[in-house]
């Protein structure tokens, strides 16, 4: 588990340069495209359609992020109630749906990329699957965050069995 747990901690720094770099740079090009667009009366293709690409991904690494940290959307009001044995549970079988939901997401995207792979993007000119690839690579991420989050659960449940947690 301590392994692993590095292991995740290694790709989460590495997610939290990405998205740092990526943020700034989406502020440096959306900056660009106000100021061309305002003050020149003129616009680009390329800089809303980089920032839009960014924007995706900086969402689908923040996911993995956030699902390493159980940081995610839920009801906290139904999970404020349960006893903490029942809410490792809860947690468990919503994780262990996520990552059939994920593995599906995976398999999908694949094929999508492929399929992308032959359309090139109106304003930069890259393959589309460039952009699409946020998925596969999200949804690896999420899986690989979502065993670990599995583990620390049936950990938390072995401590309340044997009496160190109340």
């Not at 906290?76 to 599906?104: E, Y």
């Not at 599995?150 to 109340?166: F, H, P, R, S």
Request: proline share 2%.
């Amino acid at each position: 588990m301590k392994a692993y747990g590095k292991f995740l901690d290694a790709i989460e720094s590495c997610e939290k340069i990405f998205l740092v770099i990526t943020v700034a740079l989406m502020i440096i090009v959306i900056a660009y495209q106000v100021i061309l667009r305002y003050v020149f009366s003129a616009s680009n293709a390329w800089s809303e359609e980089l920032a839009r690409y960014l924007f995706i991904y900086d969402v689908m690494i923040g996911a993995a992020i956030a699902t390493r940290q159980n940081t995610h959307l839920q009801v906290d009001a139904l999970i404020g109630i349960l006893k903490p044995k029942t809410k490792c549970i809860f947690t468990i079988v919503a994780t262990v749906l996520g990552i059939v939901f994920l593995i599906f997401l995976f398999g999908y995207s694949i094929v999508l990329c492929q399929a992308a792979s032959v359309n090139i993007s109106a304003g930069l000119k890259v393959p589309m699957s460039i952009p699409y690839a946020c998925m596969p690579i999200g949804a690896v991420l999420m899986i690989l965050t979502s065993i670990e989050v599995i583990m620390k659960q049936l950990q938390e449940i072995q401590k309340i069995n044997k009496g160190e947690v109340l």
